[in-house]
């Protein structure tokens, strides 16, 4: 007979327990041979073709190590951005460099401050290191500058805020990010993820990254999941101070980034018809969407990411939306590990997948007396 199970393992530190285990989106939905995902803010149109070549390519050298400075990417993302190859770190995702940035800065008992509806990542890794997780109000789901401000102490190492931000898609000023800046003391980090840079067609939002290259405590990270459709590859890069590098290169595994994932985001910077080609597809989807779903009495605000956020009139009613939604098919995301139970995330889909998105929520708003 095999011995019974039991459960008397070593105890994780203390901490580990109490964190809530990343729930990311659904893929599948039971008896649906092929559902319409629109839960992840993934790319509509997939990746550039010239990016699946690279990670074709690079097959016949899977034997070997990576680069693990990642120097032809490094150049690659310093010539299309304009950035000091020495300045930027290489993560995982962008999700790594977050943990890179934690486990430099954080002991336990220090605090990271970030907003209630800030991205869950920032929040995992900085619990990891037995840090304490400070969220500031966000009034109108924006961040507020002044809620983060009050929620800073002497032992706060880090300020996270998403720009754009998910899953709200709001967005802070070029004024208010210098508010920010000017307001923090020089040893507390500020790090502004924009992940979602490239979707951005508001006027009154500008990137961080020139700010950045003037201080000595500004990381701006970025990604290749979202404009370059490469999330399962997972590339993100930070741009940092020099000495922020110097301290988190000495944690970072060595050879962080596999070697068709270096191969295929470098092919990805110079297959621009495709990076513009994914940002035509948000900007001419984003007010569509906006604009259908007020027609059916929803609320939904403005967004400057890839994805719009509708908000119901309770958590049960977004629930009872993100279930008929699912009948039809059509997967989305319901933000209550955001803090916002009452909303449902919407991610552009390609042209027949919004329209058929639309047609159902429709529907939906049509039953429920909308
Ligand atoms: C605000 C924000 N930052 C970062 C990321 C993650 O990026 P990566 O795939 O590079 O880890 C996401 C992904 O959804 C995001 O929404």
Redesign the pocket.
Known sequence: MDKPVTYDAPAPKAGILDIAPYVGGKSKIDGVAEPIKLS??ENALGCSAMAAAAFSEAQSKLFRYPDGHANPLRAAVAAYHDLEPERLIFGN???EVFGLLNQTYLEAGDNIVTGEHG?L?YRISALACQAQVRLAPEPDLRVDIDNLLELVDARTKLVYI?NPA?PTGTWNTPEEISDLRSRLASDIILVI?E??AEFVDEPTWESALEMARGHDNIVVTR?F?KIHGL?GL?V?FGYCPKPLIDAMDRIRMPFNINLPAQAAAVAALSDRAHIDASRAQVTLWRPRLIQAIRSFGLEVGNSAGNFVLIRFRDAAEAARANEFLMEQGLIVRHVVNYGLPQCLRVTVGKDAENEAFLEALGRFARVSER
């Open positions: 992840s803010n995702g962008s999700d991205f990542a998403s998910n993820d992940a979602y990604t999941s999330a997972r993100g």
